[in-house]
């Protein structure tokens, strides 16, 4: 297929986006790594418009893996700090922007206030359409644990029969409850893995692998992974 042909096609529904190369950004320029994390949540900002105006309905952005707390309390702490900075200036633009948010992962490891401008964000945000979801303290095979736990709690209580799970009602216990599968996932960055990434949600998805840090992705490189995409022969196992 043409690249003229590929630009006439819509975008996928859901775009998921590991937001990768931070440190190595910083570290390229002398600067400390929170430097790179600060670019980073520019990118982020950048993106998630320019997925508005593309018409895209779900953007789902990893932010902090269960794994990230590995890294020095320094650099922990000032990604805390930033994403603080970054969600009270999202409460305070709400309607301008009209974004959807909502958290997937174990946001009781975070600050109380932390939380609280989660929570915030996700109730006042709820009327609105362009949905992004926001991995934090996320790991794909945690949220699979406690989706079982969830269901296995039900059972023992009664309210549920062992038979009764299927893939459908499975993905009802995940964080990502409601939201259809992403059909893109962009790792920008050069790495090749998901690093626990939307474990169950990606089955089906194409990966995009990109050679770009993430503070220098542009919607350009975001046309680019769309363009991949589409050039894509999707089979979901058939012929
Ligand atoms: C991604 O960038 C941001 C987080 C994981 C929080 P990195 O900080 O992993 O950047 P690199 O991979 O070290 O370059
Ligand atoms: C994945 O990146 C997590 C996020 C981007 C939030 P990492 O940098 O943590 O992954 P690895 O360590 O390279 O696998
Ligand atoms: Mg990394």
Redesign the pocket.
Known sequence: MALSDTNQLPPPRHIAII???????AKKRGLP?TA??AA?AESFRRIANYCRTLGVEYLTVY???TE?WRRSQEEVAG?MKLLHRYLVEALADMEKNRVRFRFFGDLSRLTPELRRLCLDAERRSEEYDVQVNFCLNYGGRDEIVRAARAFCQEVAEGKRAPEELTEEVFSEYLYSSGVPDPELIIRP?G?KRTSNFLLWQSAYSEYVFMNV??PDFTPKDLDQAIEEYHRRNRRFGGT
Do not use: K, V, Y
Request: no cysteine; net charge neutral; hydrophobic share 35%.
């Open positions: 937001m990768d190369g931070n440190g190595r950004w790594r790179g994390h980073g932010a902090f893996s990230n990604i960055s790495e840090l993430w």
